[in-house]
DNA sequence: AAGACGAAAGTGGTTGA
DNA sequence: TCAACAACTTTCGTCTT
């Protein structure tokens, strides 16, 4: 077993072939190949450097073969050169001071090149801002992407001259969140930015015309799994419920309609269907709307989808 | 007593002239 | 730019469990 195991070792040190020791370790091919003969001596070697997942940061500082991926919400994508604040060379020895006197004037005008114009220290603000309000809003990953995403297209399309970084980063926000399927209400956005839900609407019907994004209208459905699990209910309700929006969709009862008013009263009869009954009040308050209209829509889906409640 | 129901008046946003 | 309009909210009184 260990003899099997030593190949996929790379402990070796001499070429069978020629005896010479000059091995050189090829990773981008993942070869080990004599240099003397060129014999491939292993191949199909595994790249045993440092990955970039850290779980700490003692980890952090070893997991440095690759860097981090490329992302949108750091406003030079993380692909910026940064420049050692410590003076030591590759091998870890200290530099002459010479050097580092000329060392440390690079890493002034690096700094001062990372954030240049006022464009770059816009996107800064900008993107640090989204990060606050999608932390705020617990978004994914993905929609905070395409939310920088739209930013960017934005400053780019010149749009937001005249306009506050501050509404238009919300704005974005809304819109990833639409296009990704996981809708927050203007509402929800505006309790945690600075900008009123006019505005956010407003800039967010802006930048959907200049960008020309086509999200289709908000789907009630997209709001049951995040209602329910916020009134912990169990997924028959919420299999249920999207059942009753499909039907109700499809009779245009949706149409017109808020979508989470539509979607609080699908939710409602499906708690009392499947016996995980809530009150009115409690859904009335998760989903934002009030109960006089969790009640009207909830008259018009029973009535119209000739659903019996017992 | 809590929840469900409904009427009536008020509010903010869209639409069409 | 303004008025009409539908959806939604607020408020409050009544009915049901």
Known sequence: MLDNESDYLENVNMCPECGSSKLVKDYQRAEIICFNCGLVIRSKIIDSGPEWRAFDSEQAEKRVRAGSPSTLTIHDKGLTTMIDWRNKDSFGNDINPKKRAQISRLRKWQRRIRISDATERNLALALSEMDRISSHLGLSRNVREAAAMLYRQAVNQRLIRGRSIEGVTAAA????????????????????????????????????????????????????????????LNGNVQTRAIEILKRAINIGLTSGRGPTGVAAAALYIASVLENERRTQRDIAEVTHVTEVTVRNRYKELIELLKLDIT
């Open 173 to 232: 926000i809304y819109a990833a969140c639409r296009k990704c399927k996981v809708p927050r209400t203007l509402d929800e956005i505006a309790s945690v930015s600075q900008v009123s839900k006019k505005d956010i609407g407003r800039g967010y019907r802006f930048i959907a015309r200049e960008l020309d994004i086509k999200v289709p209208p908000t789907n009630p459905i997209d709001y049951i799994p995040r209602f329910s699990s916020e009134l912990k």
